[in-house]
């Protein structure tokens, strides 16, 4: 059960008490986890008492547990219970004990008043791009030269060779080149040599990263030329791609690059939608909010930064070397802005048109999302937790009000089109009744 406490402005208060029935199943379910996983010598699996297997995994885990199980069910409920959109929260339990009811407080901030423009009168422009013959064919050479073999030519390097270099130096290596994607410096300076001569390249300045580099020049050696040998757009290439004919080939070619063209049309007629909605809505998005995403974008990119063993305090001290510091700071502000903007709106969109989600629903994309990364769905709650099970939601019922807007939309324009139609099936008639009178 939730009561609400205190609502000023953006902050509310809540207290949850959850039955004590729910709480003693909770403690079951964690003691018959332990029984079934842990371990233990001397005992038989799931016939160790309770005290030997809290010994095993050490004190309070059972409670730590079964209050996390009753937080990732309970606050979410209750937030649903009470209609209220949380952007953040401070989750206060209290004491657990089997068998009693528990009872958590919570203190966090909602989402500010959003109000959308009129976006039911709105009229995309995003579409797929058609599959003519023309980007069927392009695509079929594609096939080709990503099947090309390579066989040695005796001769002068010509434009779409791949030709095999040694780099000299004390850092040199050797590495082949395909030509026909070179840079130019690198195709000028090779094409009209051959096997076994010594070329200079010269690289001109350019940045790579946030590196510059400025123009240099590198010796190497030819030591292998060979030319690009096509296959003919036969049979006998289509069943070298596991297809039973060239007909075949063609076939399910443009089916499925008719698939990804609808797939990119939905989705540039999601973008417009949604700028439309953020270009339509007033708001007054508390500083606070804007901050808190900008921290936690900050803390993904540090994520990212540590995954590829870079320290943040090394990479941050490298951009106030280069200057480039306060623009980064300044992109991370916007970029949090605009992800802000975009939620606000959806979120008002899904209440606007009361698009709910079932715990049927909900349940089912938790189990999906769980099987995708190959973990049980509790261990899915369990990194979630009650803050990230809540935004996960949301993020769902956001993205169904999303989709069910866009359907709308469509059904509109035919339903126009419909009218415009009849109607000007029926001016002819109207015109020869006043011709006739």
Same mark, same amino acid.
């Given at each position: 059960m939730a009561e609400l406490i205190r609502q000023e402005g953006n902050q509310v208060e809540f207290k949850v008490t959850v039955p004590a029935t729910d709480v003693t199943r909770a403690y079951q379910q964690v003691w018959a986890a332990l029984a079934r996983d842990v371990r233990v010598p001397g005992f038989r699996p799931g016939k160790a008492p309770k005290k030997v297997l809290e010994s095993?995994?050490?004190?309070?885990?059972?409670?730590?547990?079964?209050?996390?199980? %009753? %937080?990732?069910?309970?606050?979410?409920?209750?937030?649903?219970? %009470? !209609?209220? #959109?949380? *952007?953040?929260?401070?989750?206060?339990?209290?004491?657990? =004990?089997?068998?009693? #009811?528990?009872?958590?407080?919570? =203190?966090g901030d909602t989402y500010p008043e959003v109000k959308l423009g009129d976006w =039911? #009168?709105?009229?995309?422009?995003?579409?797929?791009?058609?599959?003519?013959?023309?980007?069927?064919?392009?695509?079929?050479?594609?096939l080709q030269e990503r099947n090309a073999t390579f066989e040695t030519a005796e001769r002068a390097i010509e434009a779409t060779d791949m030709v095999t270099i040694e780099e000299q130096g004390e850092e040199g290596g050797t590495y082949p080149v395909y030509l026909d994607v070179a840079e130019a410096h690198v195709r000028d300076a090779l094409v009209g040599k051959n096997q076994g001569d010594t070329v200079e390249i010269t690289v001109p300045a350019h940045s790579h990263g946030d590196h510059e580099h400025p123009e240099h020049t590198v010796t190497v050696k030819i030591l292998?030329? !060979?030319? !690009?040998?096509?296959?003919? %757009?036969?049979?006998?290439?289509? !069943? #070298?791609? +596991?297809?039973?004919?060239l007909e075949r080939l063609r076939t399910d070619l443009k089916a499925e690059l008719e698939r990804?063209?609808?797939?990119?049309?939905?989705?540039?007629?999601?973008?417009?939608? *949604? +700028?439309?909605l953020v270009e339509g809505m007033t708001v007054d998005i508390p500083s606070v909010m804007l901050e808190r995403r900008r921290e936690a974008m900050l803390g993904e990119i540090k994520d990212d930064l540590s995954r590829q063993g870079v320290k943040w305090d090394e990479y941050e001290t490298f951009m106030k070397e280069q200057g480039k510091l306060d623009d980064f700071m300044a992109d991370l502000g916007k970029n949090a802005e605009t992800r802000v903007k975009r939620d606000l709106a959806l979120e008002q969109l899904a209440e606007d048109t009361g698009t709910t989600l079932s715990d049927t629903e909900f349940n089912a994309q938790l189990s999906a999302l769980a099987q995708a990364n190959g973990i049980t769905v509790q261990q899915l709650r369990s990194q979630f937790g009650p803050n990230g099970l809540n935004s996960y939601y949301a993020s769902i019922v956001r993205e169904k009000a999303l989709q069910g807007a866009i359907a709308s939309l469509g059904s509109s324009a035919a339903s126009s089109e419909g009218e415009s139609a009849d109607a000007g099936e029926e001016q002819p008639a109207q015109t020869e009744e006043a011709q006739a009178e």
């Open positions: 095993r995994v050490g004190t309070g885990y059972v409670e730590n547990e079964v209050r996390d199980r %009753l %937080l990732q069910v309970h606050y979410p409920q209750a937030v649903r219970d %009470l !209609k209220l #959109s949380m *952007v953040d929260a401070e989750i206060n339990p209290d004491p657990l =004990k089997d068998g009693q #009811s528990f009872e958590f407080t919570v =203190k =039911k #009168s709105a009229t995309l422009q995003a579409s797929a791009p058609d599959i003519t013959d023309d980007v069927l064919e392009r695509t079929l050479a594609d292998d030329v !060979k030319h !690009k040998q096509l296959q003919a %757009l036969d049979d006998e290439f289509a !069943k #070298s791609l +596991n297809f039973e004919s990804r063209a609808r797939q990119e049309g939905d989705n540039a007629r999601r973008e417009e939608f *949604v +700028n439309h």
